[in-house]
């Protein structure tokens, strides 16, 4: 359950070469915000923001960090701004085996081997799986050498045909869900790795004997000799065959709150919780 380090993703540029005005006419944009609106939450003027956008004045390094909070621009992309403005980027990207990352990462061990039996894993900006507890490696038992190593991808590990993909009870709805999950991201942070990836794994054929696009199959119960009663699912849950039975999970995804670092804003702790009795029993017979 070692940590990893990734690599970055990328980081976008100004519109032709611009400046810090475009881009941030552009984050505007796709927001969905007025000019007025900015202002009012920047404490400024649609006149300031006008000519901060065409170039005809150049906003401050505090007038950057303002608006870009106020557009809810990920980390990464504030040091994009801050360089397009000719300022020095604020915020630093620490690789995660960098020593002052130590508590984190053992903070973040903890948390996932607290978990098990349960799967946890921690994921980067692009997927990438950098920590993995005992639950997540029974659930990939069987998977392609190819498929794991050297850096996991969580949606490569998923929805590969060679992958989890054949073993998902309810195929069609959870890879919609990654899928929408991931489109999200790509309106977030304009990342071209991320659309790369989401092209790639969009693109994946249906494992044999799989349909993606047919009808999606009724939800069950998680299999055991004990009860077969139907399950009130509270959350879409991944349906996934294991040693003859099939499971059932519910996801969370956990970040940092108003995190200081780019690495550090770009982790996710991702956790599955039991769905259905029958999954946390068996579940808890594997440690008991």
């Known amino acids: 359950m070692t940590i990893v380090a990734s690599g970055p993703a990328a980081t976008p540029t100004a519109p032709d070469g611009k400046g ?4 941030l006419r552009a984050w505007r944009e796709r927001r969905r915000v007025s000019q007025l609106e900015l202002a009012l939450r920047a404490d ?3 006149r300031h923001i006008s000519f901060v956008e065409t170039g005809r004045s150049r906003p401050s390094e505090e007038m950057v960090l303002r608006l870009a909070e106020h557009l809810d621009v990920p980390v990464r992309e ?15 990207e620490t690789p995660l085996d960098d020593p002052a990352l130590e508590a984190l990462r053992d903070g973040m061990e903890r948390l996932i081997q607290g978990y098990e039996p349960y799967p946890a894993l921690v994921v980067d900006a692009t997927y990438t799986v950098v920590a993995a507890n005992r639950g997540i490696a029974m659930l990939l038992e069987g998977v ?10 969580a949606m490569r590990l998923t929805l590969h045909p060679e992958g989890l993909a054949p073993r998902i009870r309810n ?24 659309r790369e990836l989401y092209e790639e794994v969009a693109g994946y054929p249906a494992p044999a004997g799989v349909g993606v696009g047919e009808p999606a199959e009724p939800a069950e119960p998680a299999e055991s000799a004990e009860s077969t009663e ?6 879409l849950p991944l349906r996934i065959e294991h040693a003859g039975r099939v499971l059932s999970f519910a996801s969370s995804i956990s970040t940092f709150n108003t995190p200081m670092d780019v690495t550090v804003a770009e982790l996710a ?17 594997l440690v008991s």
């Open 144 to 153: 392609p050498e190819s498929l794991l190593a050297p850096a996991p991808n």
């Open 171 to 194: 195929l069609r709805e959870w890879r919609g869900h990654l899928l929408e999950q991931m489109e999200r991201q790509i309106a977030l942070h304009r990342s071209e790795a991320l």
């Open 78 to 92: 504030r040091n994009a701004l801050l360089l397009a403005a000719g300022y020095a980027p604020h915020y630093p």
């Open 20 to 23: 810090v005005g475009p881009l």
């Open 269 to 285: 702790i991702e956790t599955f919780l039991p769905a259905d009795p029958a999954t946390a029993k068996y579940l808890n017979s």
């Open 230 to 235: 139907p399950v009130a699912y509270f959350a």
């Open 44 to 46: 400024s003027s649609a």
